[in-house]
């Protein structure tokens, strides 16, 4: 598709802050309105329209990209797409430790303990360290408030989460960044441990790089939209 509109702008309207293209409404690939709920994201979003320069490229434009899911695919039932989203807290990076090297238990140890003390104590819930790769079910109780804490976002911080958790591997770590445990590069840093324990003992493989480069554009666009997200409503949507 190729750029038809001379000016992108932004207008508060009932359902949010939408973006517009010479005047009109922009819609979503399931023809409802882009709007957003701060007028931060939606400059944000118009941003990426004014930087179109003739053919669109969806990959280009990221934040539009986690609205279009936000408003087609989550808001209509917020719960279920949690519920969805939760079940990864069943088999958390965090919990997967290796039996060797011992450096490279000792770096995960280091790493990854601290991130799940914070979750104990926040939510009061115990985990089930693993050392291997076989599965072991994490208790119940501990499955259900990890639940709970995704559940009360609302659609586009589980769209900007949806994205950090799949990339991470890791519920934890997504909720420690929704809550500000952690920062951006925290969370990284430990999601890619094993990987960049890899690339210290063997080099890098450039496909492996362009791959990388890849999930950390998408990384940073999520983290980008839950920053947009956490500031402060001007007007409810959902």
């Known amino acids: 598709m190729k750029r038809f509109w001379k000016t992108e702008s932004v207008e508060r309207t009932e359902s949010g802050w ?35 320069a003739e053919d669109i490229d969806p990959r280009a434009m990221p934040l539009t990209g986690l609205a279009n899911a936000a408003i087609d695919r989550i ?18 990076l965090l919990c997967y430790r290796s039996d060797h090297p ?3 238990r000792e770096r995960q140890d280091r790493v990854w303990d601290g991130p799940l003390d914070w979750a ?17 079910d994490q208790p119940q109780a501990t499955l259900a408030r990890l639940a709970d804490a995704i559940t009360a976002r609302d659609a586009f911080e589980l769209a900007a989460l949806s994205q950090v958790v799949t990339i991470t591997g ?6 420690a960044l929704a809550e500000r445990a952690l920062d951006a590069d925290a ?31 998408d990384y940073d666009a999520a983290v980008r939209f839950l920053g947009l997200t956490a500031s402060k409503r001007d007007i409810p949507v959902v």
């Open 170 to 175: 890791s519920l934890v770590l997504a909720l």
């Open 102 to 104: 011992v450096l490279l």
């Open 18 to 52: 939408e973006i517009r293209l010479d005047g009109r409404p922009v819609r979503t690939p399931g023809r409802m309105p882009l709007a957003v709920p701060t007028q931060a994201m939606a400059d944000a979003i118009a941003e990426e329209w004014r930087a179109v």
């Open 187 to 217: 969370v990284w840093a430990a999601a890619n441990l094993d990987e960049d324990w890899q690339i210290e003992q063997w080099g890098e493989d450039m496909f492996a790089t362009q791959a990388r480069a890849v999930r950390q554009a």
């Open 75 to 92: 808001a209509p039932d917020p719960r279920t797409f949690a519920a969805g989203l939760a079940r990864y807290g069943e088999s958390d």
């Open 120 to 136: 104990r104590s926040r939510y009061d819930v115990h985990f089930e360290i693993v050392t291997g790769i076989m599965h072991r």
